[in-house]
Each structure stands twice: as structure tokens, then as C-alpha cells.
């Protein structure tokens, strides 16, 4: 059974530095992943999503990188803004079973 | 229209009550899911349908009873919960490509559910 972790759990940067979160996964044989963005009680908001196929997807400030083999995905934020603060989830697709990971709840501080 | 619409927002039921939950998307897709999200955990796999058919059920108690009447809407019907059950219920639906493998997940807002 796919197991995916985040780490760090929790992170609290200063307004304007760029931030690596990192997900890993134990099965490689994925479909694709992807990286969700969560507020406090609210639903999950689609960030990026990387095929297997591929190794980074960009938007805005946001890069989110896959390796495979090795089993890790990145997101990297650059320039961090208070409205990023937030917990930031990867979900791995593996036969379309989609596994959360625990999250990094993120704090840009101003 | 890139919305999943979830209905009701909060929920206060007691155990011995009937209630359903409602989702609904009109983005063409054709898997929709349930999870289960208890505070500052991340989302737990409940259902899957694919082409309105129950595709995975992640061995959840049969007092939570899925249903999936066209391929716009999705139920969660509930009874005999427990307080235990108190958690965020999200909805989320996906287009499914000509692999059959699910593509960017689309989430709700979630039902707020408190079980007394």
C-alpha cells in the first residue's frame, strides 16, 4: 500500500524568501501527483499536477518538480506572500487510489 | 462552471437520525469521491464511483451509504452515526481520461458534520 509523506511538518518563513516543500512516496508506479493547497475548514484547492510522464509543472510562483525513481516530488514557492500560509498537500495516484499525504502547514509571516 | 457544489455546509445530527449529503458538479466528469477529513489530518479514501459505478470502497461501515444517481450528482446517505463519525466530508470529481486513469482532482467546500 503507496505511503506518502511530507516533511516538513510545519514551516514559518519570512514575507519574500523562496521555500521547498518536499513529499515522498514508497511506489513508484504512479499515474500522476498532485499538490493541493488547504485554508482552515475549507475544501482542497488544486495547485499543480505532474503526469508521470513528466518531471515539473509551473504556475506562477509555484514549480512543482517528480522524480519517480527515487520517489519524491518538490514544491517550490518562490517569493512567499502571508496569503500563501496555508497546509499544502501531495496526493499520490497509484491505479487511481489517490493517497494523501499528512501535509506542511505553511506560515508566511509579514 | 469549474465548481463542486456541497450541500449542506454544516451538519448537526444525533445518532439516531437519517441524513444525506449532497454533491454535485457540472465539469463532465465522470469520477466523483467521498473522503473524510478529521482535523489537522489529511484526507481518508472513502468511495469512488467511475461511470456512476461504486468503483472502490475503502471498507467503510455500512452506516455510510454512497450513491451516485446520474453523473452530475453524488449522495452520502446517513444513519446510526456515531460521535466519532464528527468530521469534514469532501467532495471531489475528476475527469477520467481514455486510459481510465483519473486525472486533477476538483474539491468542494466540504460538510462540517458533528454527530451528538
Known amino acids: 500500500k503507496q505511503e506518502v509523506t511530507q516533511i516538513p511538518a510545519a514551516l514559518s518563513v519570512p514575507e519574500g524568501e523562496n521555500l521547498v516543500l518536499n513529499c515522498s512516496f514508497t511506489?513508484?508506479?504512479?499515474?500522476?501527483l498532485q499538490w493541493f493547497r488547504q485554508d482552515p475548514g475549507k475544501g482542497l484547492t488544486s495547485l499543480l499536477l505532474?503526469?508521470?510522464?513528466?518531471r515539473e509543472q509551473t504556475s506562477g510562483r509555484l514549480n512543482a518538480s517528480l522524480d519517480k525513481s527515487s520517489g519524491r516530488s518538490t514544491l517550490y514557492i518562490a517569493a512567499s506572500q502571508p496569503g500563501d500560509s496555508a497546509t499544502y498537500l501531495c496526493?499520490?495516484?497509484?491505479?487511481?487510489?489517490?493517497?494523501f499525504g499528512a501535509g506542511t502547514r505553511l506560515t508566511v509571516k509579514p | 462552471d469549474t465548481e463542486v457544489t456541497q450541500t449542506p455546509k454544516h451538519l448537526v445530527m444525533g445518532m439516531t437520525n437519517k441524513k444525506s449529503l449532497k454533491c454535485e458538479q457540472h465539469m463532465g466528469h465522470r469520477a466523483m469521491y467521498w473522503y473524510k477529513q478529521k482535523a489537522k489530518k489529511p484526507p481518508e479514501l472513502m468511495f469512488v464511483y467511475s461511470y456512476e459505478k461504486l468503483s472502490i470502497n475503502e471498507s467503510v461501515p455500512s452506516r455510510f451509504s454512497p450513491e451516485c444517481p446520474n453523473s452530475s450528482l453524488l449522495n452520502l446517505h446517513l444513519h446510526a452515526l456515531q460521535p466519532e463519525d464528527s468530521a469534514l466530508y469532501l467532495c471531489?470529481?475528476?475527469?477520467?481520461?481514455?486510459?481510465?486513469?483519473?486525472?486533477?482532482?476538483?474539491f468542494g467546500s466540504g460538510t462540517q458534520l458533528s454527530v451528538l
Open positions: 511506489d513508484s508506479a504512479i499515474y500522476n
Open positions: 505532474i503526469q508521470s510522464s513528466q
Open positions: 496526493a499520490v495516484n497509484n491505479n487511481n487510489d489517490m493517497r
Open positions: 471531489a470529481s475528476s475527469q477520467v481520461d481514455m486510459g481510465f486513469v483519473y486525472e486533477k482532482l476538483f
